[in-house]
């Protein structure tokens, strides 16, 4: 099938070529949609500025140039020199048919890349909270969308292995045994470990002194040493992956790719940002001064790669990071779901690799900035007693409300069946909610706005896909093979079959920017589309077994590009709500 936007894009710019010269053939032909047409095309008005002309005489030589014939059945200049397109049903009818017909539904496959990214990264022997539900979510939604288009992702979750606190956590599993109970809260409280293991710290200068003296040796590489944090990761773990699997996210233990894998490169870090001229010492420490980074009254902002008592901090994990991930990994992007906080420190760790030539010409690191999760009052979502909220239990929380739902609406289906669709659709609208704002933006957390079945929410696309499954239940049909020709005749047909078009364009856009919520967007909008479909054009009850196979090809194709959409989106479909 066609991008209709990139068609006439191709055939705009061919007539802007043939009518001012092969110097104006790469000139954007600016394709828009249009309220007055299904596209616009806003070229000559730029062109008339470089050429001298006026807009409309500009508009005029394109279009006796235009060769669209086959595609639009009607072709007007408008206003001050816009040339309003407007696409033929047949021609549209066609395209949608080419989507049943077509594995990837339109979706091109972009020149590939090496894309590491960085994401979700939580801190072992501690709970995850609702601060990692957007890096999380956010990031697998960009994994899957990236993969889909056809690029070689690299997932690399960079949980906190490694450092001072590892020693009070080694040293109260050896106190409380490796096997005790205690012990194996790690898989499901990790908290109340940490915890315990801290006021330890705090209070018993003997355990503070023998946990000390365990930092040494785990730095050192001592092997009953590294045999115990070996054994801490792996209690860790199981609590990750519980709360992926609750998530239905695509991290496994083969993406780990903590702070520890990058232990014995700092020191070659430093040295060679020293030898380079870029690190130098600061009253004790080892600093890159960089240009263009400055604090209050204009002093620069160190970025500090060995501390005064020769201790390495994030910068200098960071910095060798990026530096394996390009030389290793050979990336092409890098991709750090990140909260927005860290913006200035990411700014200066590239700055530094790129001024030590480890981020070559070409190598592009993006900040993916996430925004804050809010309670109600407009502040950082926290429980009453102002501590971070756990983040299973909020999705226990989701699961529990939904369930609610689902058992008022639903009591005639079994106990079970009830409890996979609550499970599907409180994660589902958990997810969605945090997909569908500007990553970078805050949103408030709001449990009955994401259950709603109305408005632009998880459910509510859940329930249009699992509305066309009832259809074609009730009808008999085959939704993965329908076997009618799809033609236009009404306009809502038409609607709903230009819709369908732009799901190709819409994820290739997410690619592009790194954006999940214009692919939540676009299926709104398909879904609202359909709402109007089913309003104009009735398909079992369809005038004539034409029209009824018609619709149902229609119907399909709309199914399968929901389905497939939420699927980039980490969202599950219900085969019925």
Request: glycine share 8%; proline share 5%; with cysteine.
């Amino acid at each position: 099938m066609a991008d209709p936007q990139e068609v006439l894009a191709q055939r705009v710019q061919s007539a802007i070529g043939a009518a001012f010269g092969p110097e104006h053939a790469e000139t954007d032909p600016v394709i828009r949609p249009s309220q007055f047409a299904d596209y616009q095309a806003n070229a000559a008005l730029a062109l008339a500025k470089r050429l001298g002309r006026k807009p409309r005489e500009a508009a005029a030589e394109i279009v006796e140039r235009l060769d669209v014939g086959d595609v639009c059945r009607e072709v007007e200049i408008s206003g001050p020199g816009f040339i309003n397109l407007t696409l033929r049903d047949e021609w549209i009818a066609a395209q949608a048919q080419a989507l049943l017909s077509d594995a990837r539904l339109g979706v091109p496959v972009q020149e590939r890349q090496n894309i590491p990214i960085d994401y979700s990264a939580p801190n072992v022997a501690k709970e995850m909270h609702v601060a990692h539900l957007r890096t999380t979510v956010v990031g697998d939604a960009l994994a899957r969308t990236l993969e889909f288009l056809g690029h070689n992702v690299v997932r690399q979750n960079h949980i906190g292995d490694w450092g001072t606190p590892f020693g009070m956590l080694i040293e109260h599993l050896l106190d409380v045994g490796e096997d005790s109970e205690e012990a194996q809260q790690l898989k499901t409280d990790p908290n109340t470990f940490y915890q315990a293991a801290r006021a330890k710290f705090d209070s018993d200068e003997e355990f503070s002194a023998r946990a000390r003296k365990r930092v040494v040796s785990l730095q050192a590489g001592d092997p009953e040493t590294l045999r115990i944090w070996q054994g801490l990761i792996e209690l860790s773990k199981a609590y990750f992956n519980r709360v992926y699997s609750t998530l239905d996210v695509t991290l496994t233990d083969a993406d780990l790719a903590g702070e520890s894998m990058y232990n014995d490169m700092l020191e070659e870090v430093c040295r060679e940002l020293e030898d380079k001229g870029l690190a130098v010492t600061s009253e004790g420490a080892l600093c890159v001064f960089l240009d263009g980074f400055t604090g209050r009254e204009g002093k620069p902002v160190p970025l500090i790669v060995r501390k005064s008592d020769g201790g390495y901090g994030y910068a200098t994990t960071d910095l060798a990071t990026i530096k394996y991930r390009v030389a290793e990994l050979k990336a092409d992007r890098v991709l750090y779901v990140v909260g927005a906080p860290q913006n200035l420190h990411f700014r200066m760790v590239w700055e530094t690799a790129r001024l030590a030539g480890w981020i070559p010409d070409g190598v592009e690191p993006v900040h993916v900035q996430i925004g804050n999760v809010l309670g109600s009052d407009g502040k950082i979502l926290r429980t009453r007693s102002g501590k971070p909220l756990k983040l299973m239990e909020l999705l226990d929380e989701a699961v529990q409300r939904a369930g609610a739902v689902v058992e008022e609406n639903r009591p005639d289906l079994d106990a079970e069946t009830r409890a996979g669709i609550a499970r599907q659709v409180g994660i589902g609208a958990v997810k969605y909610a945090d997909l569908s704002v500007s990553h970078d933006t805050e949103y408030v957390f709001d449990f009955d706005r994401m259950l709603a079945l109305t408005g632009n929410t998880g459910p509510y696309l859940q329930y249009a896909q699992a509305r066309l499954r009832s259809i074609f239940r009730k009808g008999g049909a085959d939704p993965a093979a329908p076997a009618g020709t799809i033609a236009i005749g009404q306009p809502a047909e038409r609607d709903l079959a230009l819709a369908l078009l732009g799901f190709g364009p819409a994820v290739a856009l997410v690619g592009d920017e790194l954006a999940p919520h214009r692919l939540c967007g676009y299926l709104f909008d398909l879904a609202q589309t359909l709402t109007a479909f089913y309003e104009h054009c009735p398909v079992l009850a369809a005038d004539t077994p034409e029209q009824r196979d018609s619709r149902l090809a229609l119907c399909a194709a709309a199914l399968r590009i929901l389905v497939q959409g939420l699927d980039l989106l980490g969202v599950q479909a219900p085969e019925q709500m």
